[in-house]
């Protein structure tokens, strides 16, 4: 089956970081996260455009979606879906983007 999104290296290193950091403490949480973003990018590629957009950091070919503490960026109109970051919802967006190469 083709996969229906891909992860910028960006995304796929963000991710890692998380899932890391969740593991220091419990590996078992850490898999059930990671299971978690898997179904969340499945999900958002079964209804690209889900989600809200921030034009004051991106314009409207990115969308961002909650799940729990955290946000992913994702580019909606490209088939396959682009997952651009995923992001602490504590985190500066507008700092984070700014730095970000691949959410340019």
């Known amino acids: ?4 999104f891909v992860l910028t290296p960006e995304a796929s290193a963000d991710l890692r970081e998380i899932l890391l950091d969740v593991a220091e403490d419990s590996p078992a949480a850490a ?3 990671r299971l978690r973003f898997l ?3 499945e999900t958002l590629a079964e209804a690209p455009g889900t ?3 921030h034009e004051e950091l991106l314009d409207q070919r990115y969308r961002f979606k909650n799940l729990s503490s955290y ?5 909606w109109e490209q088939r ?3 997952i651009i970051a995923v992001v602490h919802g504590a985190r500066d967006f507008a700092a984070f983007f700014s730095s970000n190469p ?3």
Not at 1 to 4: D, E, I, S
Request: hydrophobic content about 35%; proline content about 4%; charged content about 25%.
């Open 80 to 82: 396959p879906i682009q």
């Open 39 to 41: 179904k969340s990018f």
């Open 51 to 53: 989600g809200h957009y």
């Open 1 to 4: 089956m083709k996969r229906r």
């Open 102 to 104: 691949g959410a340019q």
């Open 71 to 75: 946000v992913i960026c994702y580019a």
């Open 31 to 33: 898999e059930r996260l």
